[in-house]
């Protein structure tokens, strides 16, 4: 069986996920075999595994940093947020409803079983196991029956970094006062403090390690600095929501109450002179090059709420002057005449769609989940310059759609003139589509795009180099290691 290693956080977006992604490349670049590990994830950026079950997008991420296939072992189990009091519940890759908050708080004991197996069978695979918790191990209303912080570090005897965030301020209340709430069988399991993000000389935080190390009882591994690589984020906090910056392209994407897989625009970051906007109120569209509606987790409420914000008429006018306008998944059915939801399968009933397709979708009770690859249909309009371009991705969607406006791929999606969408996440990572769109955009403007081809796996292996190299020169990597192999 592998050894352990568990990063938990004191509190959503301390940098959980990306400590364990750069140990996991670390591990890797050392000739281990590794592979992370996650009990129970909630987010609404997923990805479909190879054989076709869904995970969390981080523990995907994570795979890659380790140089591994992601598995469905590798995140047993995944929450979807459906509303602001309820979750579609995933166990092994496969949806199994939806659950009320307090519904699953009260069944979760049920997962042990999937989530111990999972973990097993994970370890008799690897070396070592980079397992990450969830939120705070400390909410005190909700650490009975726990399964996915101090809980799952039990189940897998692994001992426990515990990281705080410092750009967000109050460090030491943060990681003191984790420490201070713990139960100490727990607080036996921390080996060690992480302090992350932190801007400026790092030399004027030795008196901030010294008071930890004095009043926490644990040793401090590293102060890590902030990092300036490009790694994809799952969790709703993400900074690149908040990104309202133009290029010279002005990309805008509509930030959806409900918006998954929001990583699917992470490449147009990488085209010199695109920058791409989350927009959230129809006074902010402006007038872009051009817009996209991404993927949501509620169809139904995010049309109403698209209606009901403004930015539905906001759109369509952009479109009358020849914006270009990209759906995906969700905002794809969104461009559609109706949605429908007989069985309730996102919260049932209907709502008219934007009608800037002739499409229609009705959800059923099986989700679609499939790894797909393809290639444009030839085209005119807009998106004319992608006929022929190659693709591959991947689709996880409720509903099922009819179309009546001519094919955008040769395994489905549709256009009308500057309009398009289809069910297709991770489209745009394919170099043909991204660099072609980026041609056309600067075109139309007049201007003559002179930088490069986007290889999007080069990149994100250049990132996850980066993301190593900044962890490992700030933590003690000696006794990292020893904390591995002591175990608890």
């Not at 301390?14 to 050392?30: N, P, T, V």
């Not at 995907?60 to 072992?73: C, D, F, R, W």
């Not at 002739?358 to 499939?370: H, L, P, R």
Request: hydrophobic share 40%; with cysteine.
């Amino acid at each position: 069986m592998a050894k352990a290693i568990m990063i938990q956080g004191t509190m959503s977006n301390a940098g959980k996920s990306f400590i364990a992604a750069a140990l996991c490349r670390i591990f890797r670049q050392d000739g281990y075999s590794c592979a992370p590990f996650k009990s129970q994830n909630m987010a609404l950026n997923s990805y479909i595994t190879s054989d076709g079950c869904e995970i969390g997008r981080a523990q995907a991420m994570q795979a890659e940093a380790a140089g591994i296939e992601p598995s469905v072992l590798m995140n047993p189990v995944l929450l979807k947020p459906t509303t602001d009091v309820g979750s579609q519940v995933i166990v092994r890759g496969r949806a199994v409803g939806n659950m009320t908050a307090s519904e699953y708080f009260r069944r979760k004991t049920e997962l042990v079983p999937f989530i111990k197996a999972a973990y097993e069978e994970l370890s008799s695979q690897h070396d070592i196991i980079v397992i990450e918790g969830a939120g705070s191990p400390v909410e005190l209303n909700l650490k009975s029956d726990d399964i996915v912080n101090m809980g799952m570090a039990k189940l897998a005897k692994a001992p426990v970094l515990l990281v705080g965030d410092i750009d967000r301020g109050g460090v030491f209340a943060q990681l003191l006062g984790t420490l201070g709430l713990l139960e100490r069988d727990e607080l036996s399991m921390v080996k060690g403090l992480v302090v992350n993000r932190f801007r400026g000389d790092i030399t004027l935080f030795d008196d901030g390690r010294r008071i930890l190390e004095e009043r926490g009882g644990k040793p401090v591994l590293g102060v890590v600095p902030y990092l300036h690589c490009d790694i994809e984020d799952e969790d709703s906090l993400s900074r690149k929501l908040s990104a309202d910056e133009k290029g010279i392209i002005d990309i805008a994407v509509i930030r959806l109450p409900r918006i998954s897989n929001f990583t699917d625009m992470d490449v147009f970051a990488q085209y010199d002179g695109v920058g791409v906007r989350y927009v959230s109120r129809y006074t902010d569209l402006g007038e872009p090059d051009m817009i996209i509606i991404p993927g949501t987790k509620s169809t139904l409420a995010d049309m109403r709420w698209l209606r009901e914000s403004g930015l539905e008429a906001a759109v369509k006018r952009q479109v009358s002057r020849g914006v270009p306008l990209f759906g995906i998944c969700g905002g794809y059915q969104m461009l559609g005449e109706t949605v429908s939801d007989p069985l309730c399968s996102e919260g049932g009933g209907s709502a008219d769609g934007m009608g800037l397709l002739k499409c229609t979708t009705v959800f059923g009770a099986e989700k679609k989940q499939v790894r797909t690859s393809g290639r444009f249909c030839g085209n005119d309009g807009f998106f004319g310059c992608l006929s022929g371009a190659e693709f591959s991705g991947y689709e996880i969607h409720m509903g099922s759609t009819e179309s009546r406006s001519p094919q955008l791929l040769d395994c489905g999606g549709a256009y009308e003139g500057n309009v398009c969408g289809c069910y297709i996440h991770g489209i745009f990572d394919s170099a043909q589509v991204s660099e072609r769109l980026v041609r056309q955009l600067f075109s139309a403007k007049g201007i003559e795009y002179r930088g490069g081809t986007a290889d999007r796996q080069a990149y994100k292996e250049a990132q996850f180099d980066l993301l190593a190299e900044g962890v490992r020169r700030s933590i003690d990597t000696g006794l990292l290691y020893r904390i591995i192999e002591e175990g608890i």
